[in-house]
Nanobody
Framework: VQLVESGGGLVQPGGSLRLSCVASGFTLDYSAIGWFRQAPGKEREGVSCIASSDGQEYYADSVKGRFTISKDNAKNTVYLQMNSLKPEDTAVYYC?????????????????????????WGQGTQVTVSS
């Protein structure tokens, strides 16, 4: 699986950004595609995920109501729309994928968003929220 992120940048507090992740190379029927972030000195956090089995979306409490994950199957792209950005959202954002042959595996992967269970990763894109 290959993942390519884009869309990061510098934005003022309260602003918006949209990240994109183009995904290719899946070989199994189902996939979980998640967005993780890592700030300096902090652990990698799973902020959102979408499961191909049923399209269910998952969010960390820290971003719920501000971030929206979506998928365009025709473009093989997953988006993360980030609104009302805060300085604490500053991090490198990574797109990651987990694929499986049965649907419940990807829903569980999305619900738990444990980085070590996602086998494919993009290169990361920096998001900086600062005035």
């Amino acid at each position: 699986v290959q993942l390519v992120e884009s869309g990061g940048g510098l934005v003022q507090p309260g602003g918006s950004l949209r990240l994109s992740c183009v995904a290719s190379g899946f070989t199994l029927d189902y996939s979980a595609i998640g967005w993780f972030r890592q700030a300096p000195g902090k652990e990698r956090e799973g902020v959102s995920c979408i499961a191909s089995s049923d399209g269910q979306e998952y969010y960390a409490d820290s971003v719920k109501g501000r971030f929206t994950i979506s998928k365009d199957n025709a473009k093989n792209t997953v988006y993360l729309q980030m609104n009302s950005l805060k300085p604490e959202d500053t991090a490198v954002y990574y797109c990651a994928a987990r694929q499986a042959s049965v649907a419940p595996v990807v829903n569980t992967a999305c619900a738990r968003r444990i980085a070590s269970t996602f086998g494919s990763w993009g290169q990361g894109t920096q998001v900086t929220v600062s005035s």
